[in-house]
């Protein structure tokens, strides 16, 4: 009777101690701190207003190998909640737009059935996917973005377009000559400088040929840091967005909060919600851009989308929605949570 109990207590004791090596290795594994600081694309982080990262990780774009896969049901696994985001093109549809996004297409893993929590930006997001079964949240990333308050500056450009140079050589199967819809721009161009005579800034497409085709009324500029680019903005009078292909640029938000208007594409997957009579207008193609643009240029100093943009949206007030949001979902991680930011 005594050697079984013994053998018992020793069973559970040995028992124990494997779960506990087990738990120590997995949890060594899964640190979602420094999975934030690798940047382990396509998952995002969020954390709160005190800089915490949260257990909830966000899933931004279609899985890029097996490793995606397997880091994903190791989040499960590992108790981890994961939501959806859409913020990359127009995942979780299938991207079929002839750029090595394609290669999306032979993906069957069904993202919408298995993630259940979505923060979203279409207008219809049941054309993208998304079904009754899914939990909705319209927000994008750039809805975190706080007004430009410094000192206003010399304008020097009419228009400011942004297609950064890719490795393409301009081929139109380019994944931001596509994205950024170039072909459209290219037919544009001549509209805003023979017709009105404006004077653009380019941020690349440096070996497209454009100063040698549309003269000097057009200017490309190589990619610079961050906080250079946000001071082009700033000397511009307009930011241009010809894109369908992408959701929510965050070159809108940055426009915006300088009281930059924006022309926009009014097909693009997300973003057009930013545009009103008092941040833009939106055109469709080269045969209606002249009604819009004429339009948007006889506003000009009458209108103040930084004005709109802090009486609609800011950092900490975008972070109490998406908290409160998610609350909802869960509570028990974010109890003590007030803010929730990307």
């Not at 018992?8 to 640190?31: D, K, P, T």
């Not at 954390?47 to 995606?68: H, K, Q, T, W």
Request: glycine share 4%.
């Amino acid at each position: 009777m005594y050697i079984s109990n013994l053998n018992l207590i020793l069973s559970i004791i040995i028992i124990l101690m494997i779960l506990y090596i087990g738990y120590i290795n997995y949890e060594s594994f899964i640190n979602l701190k420094e999975d934030k600081e690798k940047g382990v694309f396509p998952f995002r982080f969020l954390y709160d207003e005190n800089g915490n990262i949260l257990n909830i990780v966000i899933l931004a774009a279609f899985f890029r190998s097996p490793n995606d896969n397997k880091r994903y049901n190791e989040y499960l696994e590992a108790g981890v909640k994961i939501i959806g985001v859409t913020s990359y093109k127009t995942f979780p549809k299938l991207i079929s737009d002839n750029t090595g996004d394609n290669e999306t297409m032979k993906d069957t893993f069904e993202y919408a059935k298995n993630i259940k929590i979505w923060i979203q930006c279409f207008d219809n997001p049941k054309l993208y996917g998304l079904t009754d079964y899914n939990k909705l949240y319209t927000m994008s990333e750039s809805d975190f973005y706080n007004v430009d308050n410094s000192e206003p500056v010399e304008k020097v450009y009419d228009i400011i377009y942004s297609c950064l140079d890719t490795e393409d050589n301009c081929s139109k199967d380019g994944w931001n000559y596509v994205n950024r819809n170039f072909k459209l721009a290219l037919e544009c161009f001549p509209i805003m400088i023979n017709e009105f005579n404006l004077k653009i800034l380019v941020m690349g497409r440096t070996d497209c040929g454009l100063e040698e085709k549309f003269g000097p009324n057009i200017q490309t500029m190589k990619m610079l840091p961050y906080h250079e680019f946000q001071q082009k903005i700033k000397e511009s009078k307009i930011l241009f967005v010809p894109n369908i292909y992408d959701a929510s640029p965050r070159v809108v938000a940055e426009a915006i909060t300088k009281d930059v208007p924006v022309l926009m594409n009014r097909s693009i997957v997300c973003g057009s919600k930013y545009i009103n009579d008092e941040t833009g207008m939106l055109f469709t193609d080269e045969h209606d851009i002249r009604y819009s643009l004429k339009i948007l240029l006889s506003r000009l100093g009458t209108i103040s989308p930084k004005k709109w943009w802090s009486e609609n949206y800011s950092r900490k007030g975008s972070a109490i929605k998406l908290r409160n949001f998610l609350y909802e979902e869960f509570p028990e991680e974010l109890k003590d949570v007030k803010e929730v930011y990307f």
